[in-house]
């Protein structure tokens, strides 16, 4: 099958370049502008896409290709675009970044399996022609880069008119626009990155002087015809029927708030009905045959979630009735007897042996290769799906159900606790990486 679509990607040397707030600036522009946006995010990260959902009022969209594959990244990029008029890629870290000493799964690589046309942001502080040798090397460090234009960060007009014309002679790359140095608009972090969309209480209000800022800089125009260049999309659909109507409880809130929405849409495109609820603020869990806990910040509510004794208690019932739940990372620290930090311990949910607290560094970190040990919720003994890790906790129950093995093919561990009714583990994954997991997991909900 083929799409038309429209598209082009935002990337950048390097991290710290600017281009979640571009990415912002564009979006809003764009929807400003009466368009229907689609926005994608390459690479694991949940944090980037909850700025884009928050802007266009739609989802946001991880393209991963490590955990997806090319042929379901393909399939995902249309899937999610077949509305849009445009649809925008935010690449991670530098550009040609991708699994260790390789440019394998970098935003390079969506950019080749999606074929879209790339625009560079270049911190353009404190440099001259010397701007045109780095969109130069970036561009010819692969005879296929896709690198067709490039915006300049941190520049003031006057600087960017006067240099405009030799860079692109220079480089034969197109300038399609500036920013200037915007203090008021930088977005905070913490240890897991950008701190979350919902956090910020004045984000609306920094994405409008973005938008303001693009629509005075940015060349609409000159960005749309280098989207319309890109050919027709081709893809193929897999075969996904519905295998019943099971309720699945999940956890959406400031503490549980990293999913993949493809992966929410994959259970509901099975025949789940998806309820959300707070297990920081909701008295009580909401009828359900199953239950899904994402990751997030669980330990920044510690305390709220140990106060809300009911939940906790209808949480750990649901374990103990043997239905079926499905915990990761931050759900699964959440399922065990106690969260352990320099102020306290806390007592959560108590439906698995043990502890997690967090620790001074990255505990796991990256792309893992995951094979069932045993048959489980998921799949059965021999099971693969690709996944990632993330986290500066560690927990004293890690569990043995899932040998994880790094995709750089250095080092191997065990993980996750599990049952006929449980996966409870820190790795990540993404379940249309699998759909076998995902049906697995909607049969079993519909046992109960």
Not at 196 to 223: H, M, N, P, Y
């Amino acid at each position: 099958m083929e799409l038309a679509m429209p598209r082009f990607m935002i990337s950048a040397p390097n991290s710290g370049s600017g281009k979640t707030t571009i990415v912002c600036g564009i979006l809003k522009a764009l929807m400003n502008q009466g368009k229907r946006v689609a926005a994608f995010k390459s690479g694991p990260d949940y944090i980037d896409p909850m700025f884009h959902s928050k802007v266009i009022g739609a989802k946001s969209r991880n393209l991963d290709i490590f955990m997806l594959g090319k042929e379901t990244t393909r399939y995902l990029a249309a899937k999610n675009s077949q509305q849009a008029d445009i649809a925008v890629f935010e690449g991670a870290m530098g550009y040609y970044d991708g699994m260790g000493k390789t440019s394998e799964c970098s935003a390079y690589d969506l950019a080749v399996t999606c074929d879209v046309p790339v625009i560079l942001v270049v911190n353009a502080r404190g440099a001259a022609l010397s701007i045109a040798a780095t969109i130069n090397g970036f561009k010819n460090f692969r005879a296929d880069s896709h690198i067709v234009g490039a915006i300049l960060n941190n520049v003031n007009p006057m600087s960017y008119l006067f240099y405009k014309d030799v860079i692109e002679q220079e480089t034969g790359v197109k300038l399609v626009g500036y920013f200037p140095v915007m203090q008021d608009c930088n977005f905070e972090s913490r240890h897991l990155g950008l701190v979350t969309a919902e956090e910020i209480g004045d984000l609306q209000q920094i994405v409008d002087r973005l938008a303001a800022q693009a629509a005075k800089s940015i060349d609409f125009a000159a960005i749309m015809e280098l989207a319309q260049s890109a050919a027709p999309l081709s893809y193929t659909e897999p075969e996904i029927q519905v295998l019943g109507h099971p309720r699945i409880a999940v956890a959406q809130d400031k503490a549980f708030c990293f999913y993949y929405q493809d992966a929410l849409d994959l259970l509901t495109e099975l025949g789940a009905e998806l309820v959300p609820f707070s297990p920081t603020y909701d008295k009580h869990l909401p009828p359900c045959e199953g239950l899904f806990l994402g990751g997030g910040y669980p330990e920044l509510y510690a305390k709220e979630l140990e106060a809300n004794t009911t939940m906790l208690a209808e949480i750990k019932a649901h374990i103990e009735h043997k239905k079926p739940c499905y915990a990761e990372c931050g759900g699964f620290m959440y399922l065990l007897e106690r969260y352990r930090d320099e102020a306290a311990v806390y007592n959560w949910v108590g439906a698995i042996e043990g502890e997690s607290a967090l620790t001074k560094k990255l505990t796991r970190f990256g792309y893992i290769h995951l094979t069932a040990q045993e048959d489980n919720l998921l799949s059965p003994a021999g099971g693969k799906i690709n996944a990632h890790e993330f986290h500066y906790s560690d927990s004293t129950n890690n569990g043995k159900g899932y040998a994880a093995a790094k995709a750089s093919g250095r080092g191997a561990w065990e993980c996750a606790i599990v049952s006929d009714t449980l996966y409870a583990g820190y790795p990540h994954m993404h379940l249309y990486g699998n759909i076998d997991f995902a049906k697995n997991f909607v049969k079993a909900c519909c046992k109960v």
